[in-house]
C-alpha cells in the first residue's frame, strides 16, 4: 500500500518535525496533518497543524474526517532527562495507548501504523548477548522508568497488531541517535571536554545519524514493511574508540561501585547521567541491524562516521552559534500561506497538482484526443479557442471512453478473481485444509489500466532523455545533472548535442563523466 | 505480530547484510583490538608458549581452514593458560592463521578491569546468540570450554578429570551453525596452574568468580595469579564432528548422547597422552 495521508503524531518535536518536511518532498504524499499539543518547532510547508495531544476522542475525528490512511508515531521519550518519569509515562504508556485507541475500529480509514521505538528496549545487562537481534526479549525485566514505558508502549503496539490482522504495524527501535541538530543526553555527554567512563569499562556503542533516522521511517512510510526492526548504523565502537574519534581524553570519573552516588554528585555539577545510560557506561549494547537491511533500507552513515560528523560539528558549533535565527510557529502566518486566496502557490497546490503534473496532464489530454480520432486542426487567429475548447472536449470524450474501458476491466479482474477464489477453495477443500481464503486482491482492478483522471508520466517524445526536458533552463539542467548514472549521462549529452547545443551544460555533464561518475556520491 | 513477519526473512538473506570492514577502524565490532592482541601475542603469550610451557601441537590440521568451527577443550586452572595457549597454537602452526574467537563467563563484562580487558583479546561472552553469530554469520572459530566454571573450580587432587558438559548446549549451537566440532585435549595446563583450595570468604568479599589458594597466589599479589609453573604443554586437536542434515538439533536426546560422546572422547585422548607422559616438566 502507498501512503498518501499521513498523519504524524508529535509534530512538535523534533523527530516529528523532521519526518514531516521530509514527507512534503513526495508528491504521492498527498496530505500531511502533524498532531502536537505544542506548536511545530520547523517550519513546514504543506503539512497542517492541528494542535491536539493524544486525547482519542480528537484524534479519531482528525483520522475519520482526514481519510489517514498512515499513523506515524514520532513522540516516544526515550530519554528520561527531559522530563520527569511521571510526565514520561503518561506521554509514552498513555499516549500510546491513546493514539492506538484512535487508529483502531471497523470503520478506521488508518491502515498502516509506524511506531518509532527506542533500542533501550533491550536494557543493558551483563548477559546480554552482543547482538540484539529483534526477535530476542530482554534477559531482565526493564530496570529503569523509561525502559518500562518503552516495553509496555510497544506490549500494547503487538495487541494492536494481533488485533488489527489486516493493518501493516512497523516497530522501528532506534539506537542512540547522534547529529548536528538533534539533542540527548549522549550529545551532551559527548560534547564534554573529556568523555567520563565507569572505571574499568569499555562499553560498546552502536549509533546512528539523524538523517538516516528520519529516512528509516520515511522508509516506513513510503514501504510495507510491517514487523519489528532494529535501526542502527553499520559498526559497534568501544566508548574509548568514540573518545579517539572526537579527539577527547577518555577519563575514569566513575567508580565502578557506588556509581550510582559519583552520578549524583556529577549532577550537581551540571553533568546529567539518566539512569538508562548509566547502564549502557557500564554493559554497552549493540543490535543486529540486517533485517532492515534486508527489508530494503540503506544506511548513508556508518557509527563511525557519525561520530565523526559530531565531532566535526562540536568543533564548529562554538564559532557559528546563533547565527541563526530558530524558527517560530506563528499560527496567522501559516494559515495565510496556506489557505488565502492570494497566495499563488497554494492556490496552485490547491489543484493538488504541480506546474509539471499539469504539463502532464496536458500532453496526455491531447493523447487521448489524438487516439479518438479527432483532428484538431488549428485554426488561425480567433477559431483557436473554438479549437481548444473541441480539443478539451474530445478529451473528456475520449477520457470518459477510458473510464468505461476501466469500469470493464475491472469487472472482468474482480470476476477472474472470484473464479480463482473459487477454484482456490475447491482445492483447499479437497486438500483438506482450512485456511482462510486469501482476500480477493483488491488491489489488481487499481493496478490495470491507470485511470485517467489520475497524471501519469507519459513517455518523453522525441527520446528525451529526462521528463519534461525541453521545458528546463540550462541552469536547472546542470543542476540535475549531478544526480545522474552515467549511461544516462552519455544519452543525455548526445541528445543536448544534436538539439540545444547549449555550451555551459555540455561542459557540466562531460566534468561529471570525467570524474568516473556521480559527484554526489564521491563524496566522503 | 513479529514472530509471523519475521519469519518472512529468511535467514540466509541476511548473511549479505553484515557490516563490511571499515579499514580506519582498529577495534572490530565485538571489540577486539589488534594492535592490544598483537601485543600481547607478541610479548607475554609468545614466552609462555615458547619457552615456559614449550608447547608440542598434534592435529593441527584438523582445524578447518576456512568456515565456522567449534572448538572445544577441556579446561583447568585458577586463571586458565589453556585458552590463550590453543589460540596461540593456530596463529603458530596453522597454514592458514585465523583468530580464535574464546568464549568466556557472563562474570568478567561485569568485573571491572576484566570487562574492559577481555573483549580486546578475543573473549566473547559465552552467549548462544553470540556462538550462532560467530559461527554461523561470520564463519569463524570458536572455543568454548563445556564444562564451564566448575572445570577451573575443580582442585588439583582433581586433575584431568573431566566435569559435566553442560546441557550439552555446544551441540545444539554447532548444530544451528552447521560448523564441525573439534575436539581438543590439553594437557599440562593443570599442572602449571594447580589450585590447591577454594576459600569460600574471600571470593564473597572480592566479588571475583572463586578465590583460589595456588602456590603463588594469593601471597604473591594479583601477578600471583600468572605465577604459573614451567609444565610442559601438548595440545591435541581431534578429528572434527560434523552435522549435514537440517533439524538433528530438534532432538534433545541426540544432543545429549552427541555432548556424552565428545566427552568420552576428549577424556580417552587425555588418558592416553598422560599414560604416554613421562614426565610433567619435560613431557
Not at chain 1, 550537581?268 to 554497552?284: H, K, S, Y
Not at chain 2, 566454571?149 to 548446549?169: M, P, S
Amino acid at each position: 500500500m502507498h501512503s498518501k495521508r499521513v498523519l504524524v503524531t508529535g509534530l512538535s518535536t523534533y523527530w516529528g518535525g523532521r519526518l514531516a518536511q521530509a514527507l512534503e518532498a513526495f508528491p504521492e504524499v498527498e496530505a500531511i496533518i502533524g498532531v502536537a499539543a505544542d506548536e511545530p518547532q520547523v517550519e513546514l510547508e504543506r503539512t497542517e497543524y492541528v494542535k491536539v495531544g493524544a486525547q482519542h476522542a480528537l484524534l479519531r475525528r482528525v483520522v475519520e474526517a482526514a481519510e489517514i490512511d498512515t499513523v506515524v508515531d514520532t513522540r516516544l521519550v526515550v530519554d528520561s532527562a527531559t522530563t520527569s518519569s511521571a510526565k514520561a509515562h503518561e506521554n509514552n504508556v498513555i499516549g500510546t495507548m491513546n493514539i492506538l485507541a484512535a487508529c483502531s475500529g471497523a470503520d478506521s480509514p488508518v491502515r498502516k501504523v509506524v511506531f518509532k521505538s527506542s533500542t533501550h528496549f533491550y536494557g543493558c545487562e551483563q548477559d546480554d548477548p552482543a547482538f540484539f537481534d529483534e526477535t530476542m526479549d530482554r534477559p531482565h525485566p526493564p530496570r529503569t522508568p523509561i525502559e518500562r514505558d518503552i516495553v509496555e508502549a510497544e506490549t500494547s503496539l503487538s495487541e494492536f497488531a494481533v488485533r488489527n490482522r489486516e493493518m501493516s504495524v512497523t516497530i522501528l527501535r532506534f539506537a542512540n541517535v547522534l547529529g548536528p541538530d538533534v539533542r540527548t543526553s549522549h550529545i551532551k555527554l559527548l560534547s564534554l571536554p573529556v568523555l567520563p567512563m565507569i572505571l574499568g569499562f569499555d562499553p560498546r556503542y552502536q549509533f546512528v545519524h539523524e538523517d538516516d533516522v528520519v529516512h528509516a521511517l520515511e522508509h516506513a512510510v513510503r514501504q510495507d514493511v510491517p514487523g519489528v526492526f532494529n535501526v542502527a548504523a553499520d559498526g559497534v565502537l568501544a566508548l574509548s574508540e568514540v573518545a579517539g574519534l572526537l579527539r577527547k581524553p577518555y577519563v575514569p570519573l566513575l567508580p565502578p561501585w557506588g556509581t550510582g552516588l559519583a552520578t549524583a554528585a556529577l549532577r550537581r555539577i551540571g553533568v546529567d547521567i539518566p539512569p538508562e545510560m548509566l547502564a549502557q557506561l557500564r554493559f554497552g549494547r549493540g543490535v543486529d541491524n540486517r533485517r532492515y537491511k534486508a527489508a530494503g533500507f540503506r544506511y548513508q552513515h556508518t557509527s563511525r562516521e557519525t561520530v565523526l560528523g559530531l565531532g566535526e560539528h562540536l568543533r564548529l558549533e562554538p564559532i557559528v552559534r546563533g547565527a541563526q535565527e530558530p524558527y517560530r510557529y506563528e499560527r496567522e502566518v501559516e494559515e495565510f500561506l496556506r489557505w488565502s486566496p492570494h497566495v499563488r502557490q497554494a492556490r496552485e497546490r490547491g489543484s493538488g497538482l504541480s506546474r509539471d503534473q499539469v504539463v502532464e496532464l496536458q500532453r496526455l489530454l491531447a493523447g487521448y484526443a489524438e487516439t479518438a480520432g479527432i483532428e484538431a486542426e488549428v485554426a488561425p487567429g480567433g477559431d483557436r479557442l473554438a479549437a481548444a475548447e473541441e480539443r478539451a472536449l474530445a478529451a473528456e470524450r475520449a477520457a470518459a471512453e477510458a473510464m468505461e474501458r476501466v469500469a470493464e476491466a475491472e469487472q472482468r479482474a474482480a470476476e477472474a478473481a472470484a473464479r480463482a477464489s473459487r477454484a482456490e477453495r475447491r482445492a483447499d477443500a479437497a486438500a483438506g485444509r482450512s485456511e482462510p481464503e486469501p482476500e480477493p486482491s483488491e488491489a489488481q482492478p487499481e493496478q490495470g489500466p491507470a485511470s485517467p483522471a489520475e497524471p501519469r508520466p507519459a513517455a518523453p517524445p522525441s527520446g528525451a532523455p529526462l521528463d519534461h526536458y525541453d521545458d528546463l533552463a540550462a541552469e536547472e539542467v546542470i543542476a540535475l545533472v549531478a544526480s545522474l548514472d552515467p549511461a544516462d549521462l552519455q544519452v543525455l549529452h548526445d541528445y543536448e548535442r544534436r538539439h540545444a547545443n547549449r555550451a555551459g551544460v555540455i561542459g557540466a555533464i562531460e566534468s561529471v563523466l570525467a570524474r568516473g561518475g556521480t559527484p554526489a556520491l564521491d563524496r566522503p | 505480530m513479529p514472530a509471523d513477519h519475521q519469519a518472512l526473512v529468511p535467514t540466509e538473506d541476511l548473511k549479505q547484510h553484515l557490516a563490511g570492514l571499515e579499514p580506519e577502524r582498529r577495534l572490530t565490532d565485538w571489540g577486539r583490538s589488534e594492535r592490544v592482541e598483537g601485543l600481547l601475542d607478541r610479548t607475554a603469550t609468545e614466552f609462555f608458549y615458547r619457552y615456559w610451557f614449550r608447547a608440542e601441537v598434534e592435529g593441527i590440521e584438523n582445524v578447518p581452514a576456512a568456515g565456522g568451527a567449534l572448538l572445544v577443550a577441556n579446561h583447568s586452572g585458577a586463571l586458565p593458560p589453556d585458552a590463550a595457549m590453543i589460540a596461540k597454537a593456530i596463529r603458530e602452526e596453522h597454514p592458514n592463521p585465523r583468530p580464535l574467537n574464546i568464549t568466556v563467563e557472563h562474570f568478567f563484562k561485569g568485573y571491572p578491569g576484566f570487562s574492559m580487558l577481555i573483549p580486546k583479546i578475543g573473549g566473547v561472552p559465552a552467549h548462544p546468540a553470540n556462538v550462532q553469530r560467530l559461527l554461523y554469520d561470520e564463519e569463524q572459530l570458536v572455543l568454548v570450554f563445556p564444562e564451564g566454571r566448575k572445570a577451573t573450580e575443580k582442585l588439583y587432587k582433581d586433575r584431568y578429570r573431566l566435569r559435566r558438559f553442560g546441557r550439552g548446549g555446544f551441540v545444539e549451537a554447532a548444530m544451528r551453525a552447521r560448523a564441525p566440532i573439534v575436539p581438543v585435549c590439553v594437557v599440562g595446563a593443570e599442572e602449571a596452574a594447580p589450585v590447591f583450595a577454594q576459600v569460600g570468604l574471600m571470593k564473597r568479599l572480592t566479588g571475583l568468580l572463586y578465590f583460589p589458594i595456588t602456590p603463588t597466589f594469593p601471597h604473591l599479589g594479583l601477578l600471583g595469579m600468572l605465577g604459573y609453573l614451567p609444565a610442559k604443554f601438548k595440545i591435541r586437536f581431534l578429528e572434527p564432528v560434523s552435522f549435514d542434515e537440517n533439524g538433528l538439533n530438534r532432538d534433545k536426546g541426540l544432543v545429549q548422547t552427541l555432548a556424552h560422546d565428545i566427552r568420552a572422547r576428549i577424556q580417552e585422548e587425555l588418558w592416553d597422552m598422560l599414560g604416554k607422559r613421562r614426565s610433567v616438566w619435560f613431557g
